[in-house]
């Protein structure tokens, strides 16, 4: 089965801190996804990476940064948190163009910005 | 530009009752659609996929969606509900088969269900 696991479940951080996300899959995936969920907007996509060191913006983009130094590893960063970052934050991984390879998401990291 | 349209965030129904999700999809090119599955503080699971051929899908747990090009509509659908079919649900469109490239994964508000006794 594949696994994808982000380090924290619930993360509580103050105004103007940094913030690291940590998302690690285990199956070799090429893609992989940093989505935000509230209530009433469902996901929206904040970075993509394509590749190690390749980045792509997603819908709504400002104020994160994202970091791919390896495969497995795709991280979320919030260079100066603000309250309006108070989210779910969900990642997610999958293989390029392929018709049988969903989507596969971790269980999501709460985090609370006060 | 691809979007999703989910109508009613909330829909409740009886144990036993038929399951009805409506989602609508805006798409410049052919749609892949998707409806994905989120229990309380879990992630999502994909539920079934819509890709090229017969445009009724079957997916888990015995829901099914058609896919109807003519009225932009990808319904999610259960005969009978149970109980643990309670949580969100999630329909989602991405111009590209398995939807994990370029093309990437653009959901809808989501709903919710609830299941009563």
């Known amino acids: 089965d594949v696994k994808v696991t982000q380090s924290s479940r619930y993360l509580v951080k103050r105004t103007g801190e940094k913030v690291f996300l940590e998302c690690v899959q285990d199956?070799?995936?090429?893609?992989m996804f940093w989505y935000r969920q509230d209530p009433g907007l469902g996901l929206r996509l904040i970075y993509f990476s394509y590749d190690v060191k390749m980045k792509e913006k997603g819908d709504i983009p400002e104020g994160y940064s994202v970091s791919r130094e390896k495969k497995e590893r795709f991280s979320l960063i919030l260079e100066s948190a603000s309250t309006n970052q108070t989210s779910m934050y969900l990642c997610?991984?999958?293989?390029?163009?392929?018709?049988?390879?969903?989507?596969?998401f971790g269980n999501g990291t709460r985090l609370t910005v006060t | 530009a691809q979007s999703v349209t989910q109508l009613g965030s909330h829909v409740s129904v009886s144990e036993g009752a038929l399951v009805l999700l409506r989602c609508n999809y805006s798409?410049?090119?052919?749609?892949?659609l998707f409806w994905y599955v989120q229990y309380p503080n879990q992630g999502l699971q994909l539920l079934l996929k819509y890709t090229t051929g017969a445009t009724l899908v079957k997916g888990i747990n015995g829901f099914e969606a058609e896919f109807k090009k003519s009225e932009t509509s990808f319904h999610l659908t259960k005969p009978s509900a149970h109980m643990s079919d309670a949580a969100e649900y999630f329909c989602a469109v991405s111009d590209l088969p398995g939807g994990t490239s370029y093309g990437k994964l653009t959901f809808g508000q989501g709903t919710i269900l609830t299941v009563h006794p």
């Open positions: 199956m070799d995936h090429e893609n």
């Open positions: 997610a991984s999958g293989l390029p163009t392929s018709i049988n390879s969903p989507l596969h």
């Open positions: 798409s410049s090119v052919p749609p892949y």
